[in-house]
């Protein structure tokens, strides 16, 4: 398989990512079930956070081995521990100040007409906000995957070089599986809020989480680097965490029983995924 057959199936595997996305049109009224769609992408994202840091501190595991063996040195060791370091904390902080810079300044709400009750205007504004927080997370979650998906890159374009095809392409096959669940947990908090996205928005979330699987695989296909690999994984997984804290408590007011279920659902969903490629492997 050629550079450029690598570079093509790691970009289809990364753009898989639309398939799920234009489930951010569909308006849904039912409490239930926007608690269970936003349930449902935050188990989705459980999964990829427990894949990821387990594949993040892999390299961190050897390393520390080796030089307990003597086989190595400590620097490595600490290198890459503290890349990993990190990159989770980058990860996890860096998308709560972010956001603090999206939001723009608060207005002075109007006073209502009457005690107790609440202006149009008012409930406009809290509408908007709420409209531009959803949007927000969604994009942070993108930002997340891409991060995520840009590792996967990695290891495929890492595989092709060393001349493991099989198991590039056994990885493309499976990373394109994932990304069309990643679609869909871009917009669960969408639904959750009752937001439409517009298609330039579902586009421009589709580049941003799966366009880094095509720029992963065009490095990986290029040099190798454990500490790219580590400092990649670790950004997402600090992500994903963040986003899991946004998501849980949406799915806590809308409806704590569903939102379990809908974790389980999301979760297995992500499981399931893995035991296709598992299968494909053997």
């Not at 956001?99 to 006073?111: E, I």
């Not at 290891?155 to 070089?161: C, R, V």
């Amino acid at each position: 398989m050629s550079t450029t057959q690598t570079i093509v199936l790691g970009a289809i595997a990364g753009f898989t990512i639309y398939l799920g996305l234009p489930l951010g049109q569909v308006r849904v009224g039912s409490l239930r079930t926007r608690a269970f769609l936003n349930a449902t992408s935050a188990g989705i994202l459980l999964f990829l956070l427990v894949e990821i840091l387990g594949h993040a501190t892999e390299p961190v595991e050897d390393a520390v081995k080796e030089a307990a063996d003597g086989q190595a040195g400590w620097l490595q060791f600490i290198g890459l521990g503290l890349t990993c370091a990190i990159g989770l904390g980058v990860g996890l902080l860096s998308l709560l100040y972010l956001g603090r810079l999206w939001k723009r300044p608060s207005r002075p709400r109007p006073v209502g007409v009457g005690p107790g009750a609440m202006s149009v205007a008012e409930a406009t504004v809290s509408r908007s906000e709420a409209h531009s927080a959803a949007l927000r997370t969604g994009m942070a979650i993108a930002a997340g995957i891409g991060l995520h998906n840009f590792s996967e890159g990695l290891a495929i374009g890492q595989a092709a070089s060393s001349g493991e095809l099989t198991l590039a392409l056994l990885l493309i096959v499976g990373f394109a599986l994932h990304n069309t669940t990643e679609g869909f947990g871009i917009v669960g908090p969408l639904a959750a809020a009752e937001v439409r996205a517009s298609w330039g928005w579902l586009g421009l979330a589709g580049l941003i989480g799966g366009g880094p699987t095509l720029l992963g695989t065009i490095i990986g296909s290029s040099f190798s680097s454990s500490y790219l690999y580590v400092g990649c994984l670790a950004l997402a997984g600090g992500a994903l965490l963040y986003v899991l804290g946004e998501l849980l408590p949406i799915g806590r007011r809308l409806s704590w029983e569903v939102t379990l279920w809908g974790l389980l659902a999301g979760f297995l969903l992500g499981v399931a995924t893995e035991l296709i490629l598992a299968v494909g492997g053997g």
